[in-house]
């Protein structure tokens, strides 16, 4: 062990290990409902040749490695399941160049959301990125490496596919780049017209390499911004709604929720439609054209646009908070949600099985969606509050997901950011074919299976 | 359950039925607003049982006091009739129904109610308050259910009015001065109008603030502004209490414009329109209420209502107006700061 260590040492310093109590505590878990997993080092690299030659010391030691961003998944992600070396790459936090003109920044691994978000408006206030509703704290990295989605989602697709390039080390310890980097000094394509390798990567957890460098589009921000709540009782009509307000091209994100609680949130299906403009005319027209664009089911008295008044200021904000004080209903904390990514046209189904969840195993729920790529699918969140203290609760929570995890996969979703188990409850309903496809890219893009294991393995 | 005291013959008889002719939604010539209305008295379909805006006009404009706008109301719930979407009639029961969420001060003979705006208690302090703050009252078991007229469902009012009034008796006290205009509209009006017992004195916050400047006269520096006065719905219930804009107004040395849309001809916020009818109509009334405070010469859009000035806040700004609750303006003349309403 003391080998290990000095080695890591001669790396990154002694500064940047360790395996003390205290930070074995800390990287062994993460805030869901899963059992921690103890590494046995963890280290923290200032720059890509220190990733790569821990990388390529793990490789030659066959240690296991799990790259971290902020350990925020909820779904256990970044827990070491077989010991090893958690990679915390925070302090790889450079912005390194943006590109105003070409809309997308090159950015260090473990720059946070937070300081993307804030560099932008302090330098570029005419751009902007997709933030998720996530901590701040959270990595853009991680982010992309689990297909995830931001405020902008509902207009340019996953965050994944905001990604113009990539620099990966390799779990054999090679430096990579992928897309128009690989060829000369400009970041402005993943791909096209390339061979797109960034699908060897991108939704991978991290299991077949560490990103130590991420291309990202950016995007316009114009000086306004506002919002309208449609608010319908017909779950059955969510999907129509949607159909209609995506037609209008002119909505930037289009999230819908539903909770028990408060009280003037019981029994309703609320719909927040977002939407921007340079001037007070452009975005009075775009409300116009939102209001009318469900007008049939304001003359059915089915649904209206209900007054936002205080809440407003809450509803705009970038991220959003209130998820953080959902979790605090119950006391103690906890939060945990199933994302599956799935056709819109199931809404209601999934929605009846919320309320049944909740009802069997006793729980308070907050349903949500997040309307992907101008109403191609939905990322629908089933998520849960329980109290960390009350173990007979955690269980619940956990049981639940998992029944809703089953029940959506049976539904044709694809688990978001899946769990270990929800990784293989997928790969067993997979395509023989697909299966064996992500078999020979794990096995040659790490054939000692080092990286991030647990995850995205294929047996 | 109560029942509205209303005399099919008043209307019956009625020779100038201005509950609809000078309704600013619906446009009828005499003949037909005598036919309508008995129309709705008879319990048959009318076109105003679809039309009707909410604004509460018809209360003030009916002079033999027959009570035109609930009974529209009870009309509509009696066929089935929605004026908004049924989630948002239904969100509005369910926010303001009682949970037992309420705040009570150190409640004495007379207390100062904050129905259930929290807004409200912050309004409702200071020197012209620190007789009656520590004695304060918020919360739906407190707070007046005249909002849901507006969505038609007067069986929520009957079922709800008697326990607040209950609520309020459980407290002991004689006298309940209302800082939100529409609980003491309901107390004065839908209350004796459904023959509901009021077990308290009801005070207007106006004829209490007109008292304590009265005392503080000599501590008023005169404000020396302009003001557009924004009269809310629930006034027309009380159309007697409509003086005191003016009066505090003189008072305090605020100079009240003249404006087309006041008194009877005063325009609705435009909150409750935009929910019942959509935003063609809403921005239309708002336009022409804000375009008609600034073409008044006003420096202030002066507000007793705090979901008025919510909506149109923004606007008045926008329109170089200084959005300002009454009270706070009352808080200037005698030095205050500000405090509580929604900025």
């Known amino acids: 062990m003391s080998d290990i260590l000095n080695s890591l040492v001669q790396i990154v310093g002694e500064k940047g290990v360790s395996n003390h109590p205290e930070e074995i505590w800390f990287y062994s878990r993460d805030p869901g409902t899963l059992e921690p997993h103890e590494p046995d080092f963890v280290v923290a690299p200032r720059r890509v040749d220190e990733v790569r030659d821990i990388v390529k010391f793990a490789y030659e030691k066959s240690i296991p490695l799990v790259p971290m961003g902020n350990g925020m998944a909820l779904t256990g992600l970044v827990r070491p399941l077989k010991g090893g070396i958690v990679m915390d790459m925070k302090r790889m936090n450079k912005i390194l160049e943006v590109n105003e003109r070409g809309r997308y920044v090159v950015l260090e691994g473990g720059v946070s959301q937070g300081q993307l978000k804030a560099y932008l408006e302090d330098n570029y206030p005419h751009l902007r990125h997709s933030i998720p509703d996530a901590p701040p704290g959270t990595t853009i990295a991680a982010n992309v490496a689990l297909h995830g989605q931001g405020r902008l989602t509902q207009q340019y697709g996953f965050n994944s596919d905001m990604v113009t390039g990539l620099e990966v080390v390799l779990p054999t310890g090679e430096v990579c780049k992928v897309g128009s980097c690989s060829i000369g000094p400009y970041w402005f394509s993943k791909g096209p017209s390339l061979p797109d390798i960034s699908g060897l990567f991108l939704g991978w957890l991290g299991a077949t390499g560490v990103f130590t460098k991420v291309g990202l589009r950016l995007f316009p921000r114009k000086s306004l911004r506002d919002v309208e709540v449609f608010v319908t009782d017909r779950a059955d009509l969510v999907e129509d709604i949607i159909y209609r307000l995506t037609h209008t091209e002119m909505i930037e994100d289009l999230t819908i929720w539903f909770q028990p609680k408060p009280m003037i949130f019981k029994d309703n299906y609320h719909i927040n439609v977002y939407f921007t403009g340079d001037t007070e005319e452009e975005i009075e027209f775009k409300r116009k054209m939102i209001w009318d664009s469900l007008k049939v089911h304001m003359d059915s008295k089915d649904g209206g646009f209900m007054g936002v008044g205080a809440m407003k200021a809450t509803f705009l904000e970038e991220p959003q908070r209130s998820i953080a004080a959902f979790a605090d209903v119950p006391k103690g904390g906890g939060f945990e949600y199933s994302g599956p990514i799935s056709p819109i046209e199931h809404f209601a189904k999934y929605t009846a099985k919320v309320y049944e969840l909740a009802a069997k195993y006793n729980l308070l729920f907050a349903g949500t969606a997040r309307v992907i790529s101008g109403g191609h699918a939905m990322m629908y969140g089933i998520s849960f509050a329980f109290n960390r203290a009350d173990k007979e609760m955690m269980n619940n929570v956990k049981e639940a997901l998992e029944e809703a995890n089953e029940f959506t996969l049976e539904h044709g979703s694809i688990p978001w950011k899946p769990t270990v188990s929800e990784q293989q409850m997928t790969m067993n309903m997979m395509d023989p074919n697909t299966l064996k496809i992500m078999k020979m890219i794990k096995k040659n893009l790490d054939p000692k299976g080092i990286m991030n294991p647990g995850n995205w393995e294929v047996s | ?343």
């Open chain 2, 1 to 343: 359950m109560y029942s509205l005291k209303h005399d099919e013959e008043v209307c019956a008889t009625c020779p100038s039925p201005d509950c609809l002719l000078k309704c600013q939604y619906m446009d009828m010539d005499k003949e037909q607003a005598h036919e309508e209305i008995m129309k709705v008295v008879q319990g048959e379909d009318s076109l105003v049982l679809h039309k009707c805006m909410t604004c509460y006009g018809c209360e003030e404009y009916c002079r033999r006091g027959n009570h035109p706008y609930y009974l529209i109301c009870e009309k509509r719930e009696e066929k089935g009739i929605l004026t908004a979407a049924r989630p948002i009639t239904n969100q509005w029961i369910n926010m303001t129904s009682m949970q037992g969420k309420s705040m009570t001060g150190a409640i004495e003979e007379k207390a100062l109610s904050c129905c259930l705006i929290p807004e409200l208690k912050g309004l409702g302090r200071g020197r012209l308050f620190e007789d009656i703050a520590p004695s304060f009252i918020v919360g739906a078991e407190f707070m007046c259910p005249a909002v849901h007229t507006h969505f038609a469902k007067m069986s929520v009012v009957k079922d709800r009015l008697p326990k607040v009034l209950e609520n309020y008796s459980a407290l002991n006290v004689k006298e309940v001065v209302c800082l939100h205009d529409e609980c003491y509209a309901t107390f004065t009006s839908i209350a004796p109008a459904y023959g509901i017992e009021v077990p308290f004195e009801p005070i207007h916050y106006m004829d209490y603030l007109l008292e304590k400047l009265h005392v503080l006269k000599d501590e008023i520096q005169p404000l020396n502004v302009r003001a557009a006065y924004q009269r809310p719905c629930s006034n027309r219930l009380i159309p007697d209490k409509l003086h005191l804009v003016k009066e505090i107004m003189d008072l305090i040395g605020v100079d009240l414009m003249e404006r087309e849309y006041q008194g009877e001809n005063s325009l609705c916020c435009g909150e409750i329109l935009r929910t019942i009818s959509g935003y063609q109509l809403t921005d239309d009334v708002q336009k022409r209420n804000i375009d008609d405070m600034a073409a008044s010469g006003a420096e202030y859009s002066v507000f007793n209502c705090p979901f008025c000035q919510t909506t149109l806040s923004e606007k008045a700004i926008k329109a170089g107006l200084k959005p300002i609750h009454m009270i706070d303006l009352c808080k200037m003349a005698i030095g205050e700061k500000q405090g509580g309403a929604i900025k």
